[in-house]
């Protein structure tokens, strides 16, 4: 079984690319994943200078890699639910590269923007309701479910 999910926030922001052959979108991105450790444990790292924290390469394909670039930014919590991939590649000198990495199926985004990037995407973050941009949703009492 080849199933990872990760919860982190993004180091840069998401890079969209086309292929070539197919011009299938695809986005790749870096997620930094906090490491289970003791507030004293992470206070040590920290003051030698060592990570606390584990960065995955993640790549998404199709529509949710364009929703990726359009949406998610540095520093943003994101969930990420696919496989791990292992491949490798020979660099313009030659050398053998190995790449390990995170193919995404499922990207959840766990923080919005207060504007998103690239454009007015209909998200305008009302403070007067809890489902922005969505006109007329509103919290709704449990009294007033019928069940």
């Known amino acids: 079984m080849n199933s990872v999910v990760l919860i982190g926030r993004l180091t840069r922001d998401p890079e969209l690319r086309y292929?070539?052959?197919?011009?299938n979108a695809v986005c790749s991105f870096t997620l930094a994943v906090d490491k289970q450790l003791s507030r004293e444990k992470k206070q040590e790292m920290e003051?030698?200078?060592?990570?606390?924290?584990?960065?995955?390469?993640?790549?998404?394909?199709?529509?949710?890699?364009?929703?990726?670039?359009?949406?998610l930014a540095k520093g943003r919590m994101t969930a990420v639910q696919g496989r791990i991939q292992s491949?490798?590649?020979?660099?313009?000198?030659?050398?053998?590269?190995?790449?390990?990495?995170?193919?995404?199926?499922?990207?959840?985004?766990?923080?919005?923007?207060?504007?998103?990037?690239?454009?007015?995407?209909?998200?305008?973050?009302?403070?007067?309701?809890?489902?922005p941009g969505i006109e007329g949703f509103h919290p709704t009492d449990n009294d007033d479910i019928p069940f």
């Open 87 to 131: 491949r490798s590649y020979d660099d313009k000198d030659g050398r053998r590269v190995y790449v390990t990495e995170v193919v995404a199926q499922n990207v959840e985004f766990l923080e919005w923007p207060d504007s998103p990037r690239g454009g007015n995407s209909g998200f305008d973050n009302r403070k007067d309701t809890d489902f």
């Open 19 to 23: 292929t070539p052959s197919s011009g």
């Open 47 to 71: 003051a030698r200078n060592q990570p606390t924290a584990d960065f995955i390469n993640i790549v998404v394909w199709g529509k949710t890699a364009e929703n990726c670039a359009n949406y």
